[in-house]
């Protein structure tokens, strides 16, 4: 077995500079490091993680867990992440858990039992009383919108501002029946993506002098079908809608589909704002009126509260909060 020692000989280094390239240290000339690599590729080198974990106490690979790493907003998500992680010394592997409460609760499981060193879970169906297994010995951070009433390291955006700009802007632009796809009205007063956005879109839509109609706020799945979907069963019944806040940027996208599918312009005759502001929706036909949130600042906020309690410079009990800022991006789709 090839060893630290074979790759510093054979480039001419010591073991010192070898290990230092190998953990990415910042002082090291490009070309002793191209020579390091160059030597570890002939030799065929391979770092002994398990051995580095002995000696550290950590792997260096942190996990995260979302519910589609297919769609737009995750996949932008997850590459931000990897960046930020790898800035930190750290990789990240990615999870599927198709918002699952019990493939949720097997990301913290096997988390832990593969040794990873934190978790960083978008949540969508577990609970307050879930909130235990979330803090405590193991790193982990909470991204989403689930609201849970004990502490913990959370990140998550201004939904209700984000729903509010919509909303105030689909007004100003001179729309008065204003729908929302995506929107739910929870019985027992939970707090998710869909239930905040959608206080936040009828405050705006009260403060602007327009009683909220529950029947106008239709819950979908968060898919381009889902949009679709909703729009024509919306339009079906009310045909008078003339403004739409979409609580994704996918399910806007399904909307415009079924608007057009109905022979209804965008933005002439419906205007539509969307949330997230997924690459692609800027480059639509129109292209996409948006609330973006500060998608850097979130992964970076993540990533530094994970990384920061893996590494012990944080109290066990200093549990932190973050809220992402977001800005109205008007497009094609809501011009006058």
Sequence with gaps: MTTMQDVARHAGVSVMTVSNVINDHPHVRDSTRQKVIASIAELGYHVNTSARSLRQGRTGVIALAVPEIDRPYFGLLASLLIERAAARGFELVVEQTAASRDRELDAISRSRLRNYDGLILSAVELHDDDA??????????????????GPLDHVTMANEEGAALAAAHLVERGCRTVAMLGGYH?????????TSRVRGFESALAAHGITPDARLVRSTPFTLEGGRAAMGELLAEFPEVDGVFCSTDLIAIGAVRALADAGRRVPQDVKVVGFDDVPLASFLTPS???IAPDHAAMADAAVTMLIDRIEGHRAADDYRTVVGPVRLIARESTAD
């Design 132 to 149: 235990t297994l979330l803090r405590g010995d193991f790193p982990t951070v909470i991204l989403g919108e689930r609201g849970f009433t």
């Design 186 to 194: 929870s019985p027992t007063g939970a707090v998710d993506v869909s």
């Design 288 to 290: 996409l009126t948006t």
